[in-house]
């Protein structure tokens, strides 16, 4: 039995790595999952890799390049959710701030430097025109950490996903005054070179469980309900969220790659290409 520490946002997308380990399927292969939930998000788990403390990550496209690309040892080796994340931009409910517009100069909530929700304030800024070297960022750690800031005027909005962050919204905790989809796959799989290098077919077995459960979640009779279970979600903010929501079992090819590198030079988020090899390992 090989042990095999996975690390992932404890979000609504990850419930399949739920359901898989709870099947046994991954233990009959040979295989001890290990489930790690981190609510940090992108910016932990980069340092997860980096310090060997996970072999693997599901994790925020974009974050992951940019690691990757400043030294992290790790590579991309499949597409987990194909279709954007969309990030909602959220304030204290009682802020002055009423429209996108208003936050240019606004102080920025962020997990953690590298975090997806600073990656994405450099593209929401230059969605709107904004320069991105004057953006002040504050970081909170958690979501709770962004009630915190925003509620006590110590950071001005927060960007994070829109469903997640919905019943802060319907608690009248946070105003949700716009959206930022990502132009890419919301999230990838990386792996550590070390793993990839030392157990290769742990990694292959693991990626066909998973795209198992994947394939077939959305056609899951009781997904709603179990989503709402878990999350403590409203049913139709989930259907809603599922139906936007696609899985991939596409392993990162060097077209998408290249696209979405030119796109976060565009955006600021990185300021040289990686190659291929460097970042992507087909199995």
Known sequence: MTDLRIAGVPEHFNLPWKLLIQSGNLQQNGINPQWT??????????????????DVAVILTEGIIKDIIEGNPSKIVQIYVESPLLWGI??????????????????????RPGSGSQLMAYVNAKNN???IDKLEFVSINT??????????????????????????VDKGIFRRIGECPTPWPSF??????AFLESHPDIIQKML??????????????DVIDMLATEFNQKK??????????????NPLN??????????????????????????????
């Open 90 to 111: 959220h304030v204290a409910h009682d802020s002055k701030f009423e429209n996108v517009s208003d936050l240019k100069n606004a102080r920025v909530a962020i997990s």
């Open 236 to 249: 139709e903010d989930l259907a809603e969220w599922l139906s936007l929501t696609n899985w991939s079992e």
């Open 143 to 168: 979501i709770d950490g962004a009630v915190s800031a925003l509620t006590n005027n110590e950071a001005d909005y927060f960007m994070w996903e829109r469903f997640m962050t919905k019943p802060l």
């Open 37 to 54: 939930n981190i609510p940090e998000g992108t910016g932990k788990m980069c340092q997860m890799l980096r310090n060997g403390e996970t």
């Open 254 to 283: 060097e077209e998408l790659l290249n696209k979405v590198q030119i796109q976060l030079l565009d955006y600021g988020v990185i300021h040289k290409r990686g190659t291929f090899a460097d970042m992507a390992r087909a199995l």
């Open 188 to 193: 990838v799989i990386a792996v550590t070179d």
């Open 208 to 221: 066909q469980e998973i795209n198992a459960v994947t394939s077939s979640f959305k056609e899951m009779p």
């Open 129 to 131: 025109g904004w320069p």
